[in-house]
């Protein structure tokens, strides 16, 4: 079939497409999800990768659960401007995406990735422009330790960078880095820009317990051929990988059903009749949702040559109704085979339909005139279900995974909920103490720094901004001090607005405008993070299409740069104009 894809070969590959549906049918295989990729590989060597689409779509009948494959047609039909097409597309992912369930947690895994890449994102962004807003404060008042020296800025403005920088110095988990960072602003920062720092903890202990969800599904992947990407997605290894082994996905019933459902596939298309039935008969024995197991035991049982038995099966699992479409299509094939055309006649309008509505599955019932029998896959529910309620897995795990050794570091697996839960408390106590001792502050507008207790709140404005007299002070020294100092503080948030979007916004007192932004910033951050890596290692449609969404997502990074730098420009210039703190230049 690869060979006979090509440009203006439709014929030669629709020939090909019905040969390997009849010989599929015949060992109970849904879908072949390889087919796809392995053309688009041929037509991306042989330069006519932008011509492939007609037998792409071609291939799609005997690769219906291959959602990369739904996913890069929906994408030409709309590039195509296809619009039947990309409705018929979408709707063929959808139900890939419905059917297709262990191949599911391999999207599912892009999906955490995704998150957890984004969430790190958001909270390297917020600890640094927290730390930032609040660097002109912590000096002040580390130079309050060094009163006896000559020039004892200098030595603050020292330990202040020695305080950003040492963590990164040691190798500290970028994770770990940005809730000290966090903690170290904190005195400093009013309740708004509270709020920003609490999330991007928060959201620093969804990463953690995000990596013991990737640890507690990684066994479910190695037991398939393939990973949970390969063939249907649930080809199951033979011999020791059988769940009876102990080697078994995750422990529970629910899994070791699932487990017993893949092996019986497996048996069906390796060509084992008698022990498929077995494994069959041992589900239904089982209990829970048996419409499945009853149309797959009833294909082995025709395939054996027991017509009635597999008829009675095929019945009984119409009437479980949810595999009404294929079981009703399986009676019908046999009805006519056994010549019992009456009874055909009757079921063949529901039949029809039935096979027709399996979205994504391009089933053409006047074309299956060879006795077709279509097998049931297994459920995506039963998979999501069943993953979510094995939450203490998660949770087991998360101290060893991989995210632990990549963001947390030195912290020990066991402490990182409890560092994460100190970081909150601590930036909820320092707002507390920061009404009771004398602290320094930096006026928003102006960057003038004084000492103040109490609530600071109201106290980041200084008396002369907040009485709108900007540089009209005093003539002489002080009005030239004065006129440095909003100088030196507008190049600085200036400075910061351009390297850090969103901080010129921070320092206009615009906390929760400024933690959207961030958050959109993080999330196509976070997009072209994992897409960049996927598009380099995956090949085939996934890393062509992961190619162009790291494409797009850079971009959008870029664009959200430039705007976020534009805005919170614009921002702090707003904020001294009211204040009228625009004055001359020096």
Same mark, same amino acid.
């Given at each position: ?8 070969k439709?014929?030669a590959?629709e020939r090909e497409v019905?040969?390997?549906?009849r010989a ?6 849904l879908s072949i999800n390889?087919?796809p990729?392995?053309?688009?590989d041929r037509?991306a ?7 492939s ?11 219906p ?6 996913a890069w ?15 018929s597309?979408v709707d063929?992912?959808?139900?890939a995406?419905?059917?297709?369930a262990p191949?599911?947690l391999?999207?599912?895994v ?5 998150g957890?890449?984004s969430?790190c994102?958001?909270?390297v962004?917020?600890?640094?422009n927290?730390?930032l807003?609040a ?5 002040s ?9 000559p ?5 603050a403005?020292g ?5 950003f920088v040492?963590?990164?110095a040691? *190798?500290v988990?970028i994770? &770990?880095? /940005? ?8 005195p400093? !920062?009013? $309740?708004? %820009?509270?709020?920003i ?14 990596g013991g969800f990737l640890?507690?599904i990684?066994?479910?992947a190695?037991m398939?051929r393939?990973g949970w990407?390969g ?7 033979s011999g ?8 078994g996905p ?5 899994w070791?059903?699932m ?16 022990a498929?039935e077995?494994?069959?008969t041992?589900?239904i024995? *089982?209990?829970g949702d048996? &419409?499945? /197991?009853y149309?797959?035991?009833g294909?082995?049982r025709?395939r !054996?040559? $027991?017509? %009635?038995?597999g008829?009675?099966?095929?019945e ?5 109704g ?8 399986n009676a019908y094939?046999?009805?006519l085979?056994e ?5 055909a ?5 529901v039949?029809?339909a039935g096979?027709r509505?399996?979205?994504p599955?391009d ?14 896959p297994?459920?995506v ?5 069943t993953?979510?309620t094995?939450?203490e ?5 998360a101290?060893?995974?991989?995210f632990?050794d ?5 912290v020990p697996?066991g ?5 994460l839960a100190?970081g909150?408390?601590w930036a909820?106590l320092?707002?507390l103490l ?6 320094s502050?930096?006026c ?7 000492l103040?207790v ?7 404005i200084?008396n002369a901004?907040g ?8 003539g002489?020294?002080e009005?030239?001090r004065?006129?440095?100092?909003i100088?030196l503080h507008?190049?600085?948030?200036r400075?910061c607005?351009?390297?850090f ?6 320092w ?6 400024t933690?959207?932004?961030g958050?959109l910033?993080s ?10 890596s ?11 299409m992961?190619?162009?969404i790291w494409r797009a997502?850079?971009?959008?990074v ?8 534009a805005w ?6 707003t904020l001294q104009?009211y204040?009228?703190v625009s004055?001359e230049r020096l």
């Amino acid at each position: 079939m690869v060979e006979a894809a090509g440009p203006g070969k439709g014929e030669a590959l629709e020939r090909e497409v019905r040969a390997l549906r009849r010989a599929m049918f015949d060992h109970a295989i849904l879908s072949i999800n390889a087919v796809p990729d392995r053309i688009f590989d041929r037509a991306a060597r042989e330069g006519w990768k932008r011509r492939s689409y007609e037998s792409l779509r071609a291939v799609a009948r005997v690769a219906p659960l291959s959602v990369p494959l739904w996913a890069w047609l929906a994408r030409e039909d709309a590039t195509r401007f296809r619009l039947e097409e990309f409705l018929s597309d979408v709707d063929g992912l959808s139900g890939a995406l419905r059917q297709y369930a262990p191949g599911l947690l391999g999207y599912a895994v892009w999906l955490v990735l995704f998150g957890s890449a984004s969430a790190c994102w958001f909270a390297v962004w917020a600890s640094l422009n927290l730390l930032l807003r609040a660097r002109p404060a912590l000096t002040s008042d580390v130079a309050r330790l060094f009163k006896g020296l000559p020039r004892p800025e200098v030595f603050a403005s020292g330990v202040v960078l020695a305080g950003f920088v040492a963590p990164v110095a040691f *190798g500290v988990g970028i994770a &770990a880095a /940005a809730v000290f960072w966090t903690a170290l602003s904190t005195p400093y !920062l009013r $309740r708004g %820009e509270l709020v920003i720092g609490g999330t991007s903890i928060l959201l620093l202990a969804g990463v953690f317990l995000c990596g013991g969800f990737l640890e507690a599904i990684h066994p479910v992947a190695g037991m398939a051929r393939g990973g949970w990407l390969g063939g249907e997605g649930y080809y199951y290894r033979s011999g020791s990988g059988s769940a009876d082994s102990g080697h078994g996905p995750l422990t529970g019933p629910q899994w070791e059903r699932m487990a017993r459902f893949a092996r019986a596939r497996a048996e069906m298309q390796g060509g084992d009749l008698r022990a498929a039935e077995s494994l069959w008969t041992g589900l239904i024995e *089982g209990g829970g949702d048996l &419409a499945g /197991a009853y149309n797959d035991r009833g294909i082995v049982r025709v395939r !054996l040559g $027991r017509m %009635e038995e597999g008829l009675a099966d095929f019945e009984a699992a119409a009437k479980l109704g949810r595999t009404g479409g294929r079981a009703q299509w399986n009676a019908y094939q046999l009805y006519l085979q056994e010549f019992r055309l009456e009874r055909a006649a009757q079921v063949q309008p529901v039949a029809w339909a039935g096979i027709r509505g399996l979205a994504p599955f391009d089933y053409r019932a006047e074309e299956m005139t060879h006795g077709e029998l279509v097998a049931s896959p297994l459920r995506v529910g039963d998979v999501w279900k069943t993953l979510f309620t094995e939450r203490e897995e998660g949770l087991r795990d998360a101290p060893g995974s991989s995210f632990h050794d990549l963001f947390f570091r030195p912290v020990p697996g066991g402490w990182v909920l409890g560092f994460l839960a100190a970081g909150l408390v601590w930036a909820a106590l320092w707002k507390l103490l920061s009404r009771k001792i004398w602290m320094s502050s930096v006026c928003r507008s102006c960057g003038a720094g004084t000492l103040i207790v109490g609530s600071r709140e109201a106290a980041d404005i200084c008396n002369a901004c907040g009485a709108q007299v900007g540089k009209g002070v005093r003539g002489g020294e002080e009005r030239e001090r004065r006129g440095l100092s909003i100088s030196l503080h507008r190049r600085y948030v200036r400075a910061c607005s351009v390297l850090f979007p969103g901080a010129g916004a921070l320092w206009a007192g615009k906390e929760f405008r400024t933690m959207l932004y961030g958050i959109l910033l993080s999330l196509f951050a976070g997009l072209f993070t994992v897409s960049w890596s996927a598009g380099r290692l995956a090949g085939g449609l996934i890393g062509d299409m992961q190619t162009d969404i790291w494409r797009a997502a850079l971009g959008a990074v870029a664009v959200l740069w430039l705007f976020g730098a534009a805005w919170g420009w614009r921002s702090f210039e707003t904020l001294q104009l009211y204040h009228n703190v625009s004055g001359e230049r020096l």
